[in-house]
């Protein structure tokens, strides 16, 4: 918690500062809602909460009790989080890709990068399809495909991949801020005029095909603490592998060959520290200095 005190400060102005260089994504400001059940209590959140204030962090949050919608009856508990933001990842990604063209960069798609390492002409990167692309710099975030290629690199930790799953479901009242039930493990986002649902840490091979009984029971552990929902319209099918570390700290920095860093391991918080990562690795790429506030995260430490 300690070590990405500094991160997650840093991680609501990151977003604020990519839309206000012009970044046209869509990051709303909100609060969000956690709901607990009767039978559950709120005590390990707020010591997480104590835990994360205890770091430094400013955690500012109130509870109430009494039903509210979208929660079911069921929901009589809510701990009410301010000051948060939250994105469409999807779109999200469409702007930071858009914003980045704009700016004269090209995106590669589709290049599946087989090495890193030195060329005639210094430092190159080689895919399995085109010619090798020069590079002054190079930032490895292939998330939970990254030990493939960072190993010959000298970054010694694995990566698992976490899967989780999501889906989107219209609610008869729309949310207007995501809402979390840590009972069952599961969250809901506003999607456009729908919601996605997105839930379960499924410890599995990053490639290992859908598996419906996964998303499944996602749906089923909601049904009872959700009303509105019409769950007969369900879409947007996805699982994605969230990259973590034997640690739970990302992987930053600088490798042992000059010019190539990484940029990963982010677990369950790759979209909230996205940004701040960038920032502070893009600082000590361009001053070579290297940032404090990056040491937790070297990613040629050991154990
Ligand atoms: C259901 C779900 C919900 C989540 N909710 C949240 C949340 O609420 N908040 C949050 O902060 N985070 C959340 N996460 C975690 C977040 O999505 C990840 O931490 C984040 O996507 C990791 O980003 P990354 O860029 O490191 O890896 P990725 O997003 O996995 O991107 C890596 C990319 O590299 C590509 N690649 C791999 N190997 C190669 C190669 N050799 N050549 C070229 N390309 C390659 C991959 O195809 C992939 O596109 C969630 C994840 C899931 C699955």
């Not at 009790?65 to 701990?79: D, L």
């Not at 809402?179 to 996605?196: E, K």
Request: glycine share 12%; with cysteine; aromatic share 6%.
């Amino acid at each position: 918690m300690a070590a990405l005190a500094p991160l997650s400060r840093e991680s609501i102005p990151a977003f604020d500062a990519l839309v206000a260089g012009g970044v046209t994504a869509d990051v709303r400001k909100g609060t969000i809602r956690i709901g607990f059940t009767d039978g559950e209590d709120t005590t390990g959140l707020e010591h997480e909460f104590a835990a994360a204030r205890d770091a430094g962090q400013h955690v500012p949050y109130r509870t109430s009790t009494g039903h509210e919608p979208p929660f079911s009856a069921r929901v009589q508990q809510i701990v009410h989080l301010d000051g948060q933001r939250f994105v469409a990842p999807g779109p999200f990604l469409d702007a930071l890709a858009g914003s980045l063209r704009e700016r004269g960069g090209e995106i590669v798609e589709g290049a599946q990068v087989r090495s890193i390492g030195f060329g005639p002409g210094g430092l190159q990167v080689d895919t399995w399809s085109g010619a090798p692309h020069r590079a002054d710099a190079v930032v490895l975030a292939t998330g939970a495909w990254l030990p493939d290629l960072a190993r010959r690199l000298g970054v010694r930790a694995p990566v698992q991949a976490g899967r989780g799953y999501s889906c989107s479901i219209p609610l008869a009242k729309p949310i207007t801020a995501p809402v979390y039930l840590p009972g069952v493990r599961v969250a809901m986002t506003p999607y456009g005029d729908r919601v996605r649902v997105a839930g379960t840490m499924e410890i599995a091979d990053r490639d290992t095909p859908f598996d419906h009984r996964r998303l499944d029971a996602i749906l089923r552990s909601i049904r009872p603490l959700i009303d509105g929902a019409d769950w007969t319209d369900v879409r947007d099918h996805w699982v994605g592998a969230r990259p973590l570390t034997p640690d739970g700290l990302p992987l930053i920095g600088r490798t042992k060959l000059e010019g190539v860093h990484v940029a990963g391991g982010h677990g369950m918080r790759g979209i909230t520290f996205g940004p701040a990562t960038g920032k502070l690795l893009a600082r000590q790429l361009m001053t070579g200095t290297d940032a404090p506030d990056l040491a937790p995260f070297h990613p040629l430490r050991t154990g």
